[in-house]
């Protein structure tokens, strides 16, 4: 539903890949707070949805049943179920229970992917092969650390770090979650080398401040009181650096307000067979909401590869 990527949303939405809600997320042991929602996290919120997939195929006995289930809720299923046994019933049988379309739609697209994973020859298609920098590792923290300081240490946009830790919703480590980041495991030894530059007190609380003047490294270093290895460090930049006005530097200590909850604004990319209804529904938003921001999209037959935006609606 999510093409794989990390949702964030906002109060009791479903969120993440796997677009959990909240309840249904803590109850497969997900932390879901302010700073941390691990319903972000890749692996974790894999192995949630896995136990939930299992839990169900162990209930109703029947994986597609186990595939509706996590899409449209158990008690609906059992509700439809009612004193049937789930072995019993036809493909047919199957496609007539009184599920919402997009709870059949998203069985159709597994079992459509499911044959093409299995004969991808047969469909003239190439299933691709990660590279050496498509291989995740995680590595474990002693202590938490500001996920920018770590993208900075590892060689990586922020962003691409962010994205790869995203349960990190205000980009620090706080106690109670944990202290670990995922990164291409290409830069796993450049990090390490460069995280025993960095003293461990100064790992979690960082901010970003735009220099506003031109002055050299070592004139930053010496106001914020840390070693100009440090400072040089942390930003992916050489000891002797001029700094302009109109950089951004990342400094110790702690934002002057906190970061902003997930935006509420999105985009999706249009995949084969999204209609507006499916996607009003997969982001849980009103299709007429859909329709306003996306004026031109009802006029038209959506194409893979068209966007639309996305905004989260608040509840009163």
């Given amino acids: 539903e999510s093409s794989y990527e990390p949702i964030a949303t906002r109060r009791d939405r479903a969120a993440g890949m796997w677009q959990l809600i909240p309840d249904t997320a803590r109850g497969e042991g997900l932390v879901v707070t302010a700073d941390y929602d691990g319903r972000l996290d890749a692996a974790a919120s894999t192995n949630a949805a896995l136990g939930l997939v299992a839990r169900y195929e162990k209930e109703f006995g029947d994986w597609r049943l186990a595939d509706m289930a996590f899409n449209s809720g158990e008690y609906r299923v059992r509700r439809l179920l009612r004193d049937r046994d789930a072995h019993s019933l036809s ?6 229970l009184a599920f919402n379309p997009v709870t059949h739609d998203h069985l159709d697209r597994l079992l459509a992917l499911s044959c093409i994973v299995d004969d991808p020859e047969r469909f003239g298609v190439r299933l691709p092969e990660p590279d050496a920098d498509d291989r995740l590792k ?28 995203a349960a990190y919703v205000r980009h620090r480590m706080v106690p109670g979650v944990p202290h670990e980041l995922s990164m291409p495991a290409s830069r796993v030894e450049r990090f390490e080398s460069a995280a025993e530059s960095i003293p461990v007190a100064l790992w979690s609380d960082w901010r970003e401040q735009r220099a506003a003047r031109t002055s050299g490294l070592a004139s930053w270093a010496a106001e914020v009181g840390i070693p100009v290895a440090v400072l040089a460090a942390a930003n992916a930049i050489d000891e002797g650096s001029t700094v302009g006005p109109s950089q951004r530097l990342l400094l110790p200590g702690r934002d002057s307000a906190e970061d902003p909850a997930p935006p509420a604004e999105s985009t999706h990319v249009v995949r084969a067979g999204d209609t507006l209804t499916s996607v009003a529904h997969r982001y849980h938003v009103p299709l007429a909401e859909i329709r306003r921001l996306n004026p031109s ?18 509840a009163d």
């Fill in 91 to 96: 493909a047919a049988e199957l496609g007539k």
């Fill in 138 to 165: 995680m590595i474990p923290l002693q202590s938490g650390m500001d996920v920018r300081l770590a993208a900075h240490l590892a060689g990586l946009d922020p962003a691409a770090m962010q994205r790869f830790n």
């Fill in 297 to 314: 999209a009802g006029a038209r037959t959506l194409h893979p590869g068209d966007r639309l935006r996305i905004r989260a609606i608040d």
